[in-house]
Structure formats: C-alpha cells, structure tokens
C-alpha cells in the first residue's frame, strides 16, 4: 500500500526508483549499519535498485508497509521502516538508518509513527526483533513501548548464518 505518514521532523513516504542512489550511499553499502540486518550488505548500486524494483511491485498488496524516512525540512533520504511480515496476525517492524543520523532520535520518532498508524488500524499488538547485540535498536525499541517476549535463535538466509534475536511486543493502550 502507497501511503505517506508525518511526525514532527519526518516525512515517511513510499520508496521510489530515484532513491537507489541515496539509499546505496546512505546505509545500504555500509556494513556498520547492515551487521544487525537480515540481507547483506549491497556490494552495487544495481543491488539497491533490484531491491527498490522488488518494493515497488510489493506496494499493490494493501498489507506491504515500506516507508522512505524523509527529513522533513530538507527532503533528504536517511533510512526506511516496514512491516516486514506478520507472525500471527501481529505486524513485524524492520528498520534501517543512515549512521550519520544515529542518535537524533529520528527512528524512535518514525517507530512510534508506524507504530500508531498500525494501532489506529485496528491492531493491538506490533512485534519489533532485534539481534541481541544490537543496543542501538534496543534503546529505540524500549523507547516505543517494547516489553521483550523471548530471544530465539534465527535464521538469515540471505547472509547464510544464524543470529540470537530479541522478540519485543509493543501493545495497544485502547
């Protein structure tokens, strides 16, 4: 589904052929930010624009929730957040962000975002993971809300190992 969201200092939009360079640049070349993720690091720009190609067929199914997280004064491209699937009926978040923007708050304010649109949606739970080193996205989940249901080990197909992975659960307050 094409929708576009707003915080604060955020534009959440739908991502867009012309993001693959800003997108390869900002995050999806850099191993510091894909060491916690569960797809390698782009080794091209033509690996980025394969994945955008993928989304971008993916937005015509209403479920597929995929954000391009926009400065809101600048325009400027620094990450994405998405449902990354459902376990059970409850919607699964994934996040990335440029390194460069680390600690300014800017994910904990686009989680919060997706988090309450999935909630006025009608769902009364989100799950976020997060490998267990990962404090980063630790901090941002606990900031959201999150209580940690279980750590299980899981697998990365795509990087062709297994990772001990934190499962928090954010619940609605209506």
Known sequence: MKLTLETERLILRPFNADDAEAMFYGW??????TKYLSW???????DTKFVLNLWEEQYEK????????????????IGGI???????????????LAKKHWNNGYMT????CVVNYLFSSGFKEVRIDAMTE????????????GKLLKTEEVPLPLKNKTAMVNMYII???V
């Open 28 to 33: 999806t070349s850099d191993h510091e930010v």
């Open 40 to 46: 390698p690091t782009h080794q091209s720009i033509d």
């Open 62 to 77: 209403p479920e597929r929730l995929n954000f391009a997280i926009c400065l809101k004064d600048s325009g400027q491209l």
């Open 82 to 96: 998405d449902v990354v699937g459902y376990e059970e009926g409850i919607p699964v978040i994934g996040y990335n």
């Open 109 to 112: 304010e686009a989680c919060r």
């Open 134 to 145: 990962n404090a980063g996205s630790q901090k941002v989940i606990a900031k959201c809300g």
């Open 171 to 173: 619940r609605s307050e």
